[in-house]
């Protein structure tokens, strides 16, 4: 269990305000829509994606043997978050 809490953390906070969410937002704030149904709709549809993204992963690791796989992706939210503050810079 310890092991799994930065695992939830990490996707909470990544899943925070994202266009997933808001995309979810705009359908629940629909009156034709049932909250319910948003819910379930979006909740397996998240699944799913997590179900691929932890196969792919499991697989990349088997063969991707000796790459640092967590520095890669850190280096790549990190340049993605730079390019972000660069876009808003330039925007204001």
């Known amino acids: ?3 799994l809490l930065p695992i939830f953390v990490a996707v ?3 899943e925070l305000g ?3 969410q808001l995309a979810t937002l705009l359908f629940a704030s629909s009156r034709e829509a049932s909250p ?3 819910f379930a709709a979006s909740a397996a549809a998240l699944v799913l994606s997590t179900a691929l993204a932890v196969f792919v992963g499991t697989l990349a690791s088997r063969v991707i ?4 796989l967590k520095l890669i992706a ?3 939210f990190v340049a993605i978050g730079g390019w972000m ?4 810079l330039r925007a204001a």
């Open 36 to 38: 319910l149904g948003v």
């Open 65 to 68: 043997v000796g790459v640092p």
């Open 18 to 20: 994202d266009k997933t």
């Open 85 to 88: 503050i660069v876009e808003h």
């Open 12 to 14: 909470f906070l990544a």
């Open 1 to 3: 269990m310890h092991d």
């Open 74 to 76: 850190g280096i790549g």
